[in-house]
């Protein structure tokens, strides 16, 4: 094929795929099932990786919680166990379906594991341990993170390497204790759980930011790698929510007036548009859909004239009261001790 003919055929191909997306946005897709599938969470014992946790177990996936904090971790794996005990005491209904007698279906189960994703020892370690004792991972959520709330300069390096390796690094050791399997099987599902915050930046975070951006750009190469291996039955999805009303922020805020239009996000609700794209194998979910706007007014205007949209949003500085609040518990813990 010459390249004009192949360059009409692309063109094609191009403008049938906005047509297939502009379909999903006016019919929603088909939801796939997750029941009995070995679902893994890494920083699942707090926040959203609790949450994710809950609605995989909606779904009756088999879970697998991965947490620095061994109690967090087993109190979000108990909230997991009472959800499989409510839905298994709903009873099947009489008669089945079309006459044939409904089947209960099996328990799925949980398992807890202490890992500290930040290295890669311990993660490849418990990996070896999740296949041996639970078998072979299906779904891959990444999504353990930290922020260290300092300015740069005032932020020790010891931090800025921390952050890096949680939010960014551990991507690469998790994935790559998992992804073989999916590729001898053509089968499995990776998530990104990274933030607006690598599409777009703000001050005073740069250590986040940089993180996130890495989550990003890993998450895009890797999903470039399976197609080019043509490994269609895995499935890539990046989540990247604005900020999200947990302890994680507590403080940040941009300009008073703006707020109401862009408050922070329920917890909840972004978890759900998340499990809504995972399990319609969307390959980028942004809440709000604003998002999708913001980072593509960032790609193509002039950097002065986004530096003027931040400060009227006030979105320039709207982690420094967030920073100021860290600063200020850490100082009075020091002063408790």
């Not at 990003?216 to 490994?231: D, I, M, N, P, Y």
């Not at 269609?232 to 947990?246: E, N, Q, S």
């Not at 006030?314 to 967030?322: I, Q, R």
Request: glycine share 6%; hydrophobic share 40%; charged share 25%.
């Amino acid at each position: 094929m010459n390249i004009a003919a192949e360059f009409f055929l692309v063109t094609l191909k191009v403008l049938w795929a906005f047509v297939l997306a502009g379909v999903k946005w006016l019919v929603r897709p088909k939801e796939k099932s997750v029941a009995g599938q070995v679902c893994l969470i890494t920083g699942a014992g707090s926040g959203l990786g609790r949450l994710f946790a809950k609605e995989f177990a909606r779904q009756r996936a088999v879970l697998v919680l991965w947490d620095i904090n061994s109690q967090g971790n087993e109190e979000t794996a108990e909230m997991v166990r009472q959800i499989y005990r409510e839905m298994d005491s709903t009873p099947p209904k009489e008669g089945g379906v079309d006459g044939v007698e409904e089947v209960p279906p099996l328990q799925p189960q949980v398992f807890t594991y202490v890992c500290d994703v930040g290295k890669r020892e311990s993660v490849y370690l418990t990996a070896e341990k999740v296949r041996r004792e639970v078998g072979d991972v299906d779904v891959l959520v990444n999504n353990a993170g930290v922020v260290s709330g300092h300015h740069l300069l005032e932020c020790p390096d010891e931090l800025i390497e921390r952050t890096m390796m949680v939010n960014c690094h551990a991507h690469f050791w998790t994935t790559k204790a998992f992804l073989p399997k999916m590729l001898e099987m053509n089968h499995g599902h990776i998530v990104t759980v990274a933030s607006s915050l690598g599409l777009f930046s703000t001050a005073g975070v740069e250590d986040y930011c940089a993180s996130k951006f890495g989550a990003v750009g890993f998450h895009e190469s890797l999903s470039h790698e399976l197609k080019a291996t043509e490994k269609d039955g895995i499935k890539m999805t990046l989540v990247c929510p604005y900020l999200v009303d947990t302890d994680m922020f507590r403080g940040c805020r941009i300009r008073k007036e703006i707020e109401p239009f862009l408050p922070p996000l329920k917890s909840e609700y972004c978890v759900k548009q998340a499990m809504r794209a995972i399990l319609t194998d969307q390959a980028m979910i942004c809440t709000p859909r604003l998002m999708y706007m913001v980072n593509f007014m960032k790609s193509i205007l002039p950097f002065e004239a986004v530096v003027c949209m931040y400060r009227f949003l006030g979105a320039d500085k709207c982690m420094y009261p967030f920073i100021a609040q860290r600063k200020q518990a850490m100082n009075n813990n020091e002063a408790k001790n």
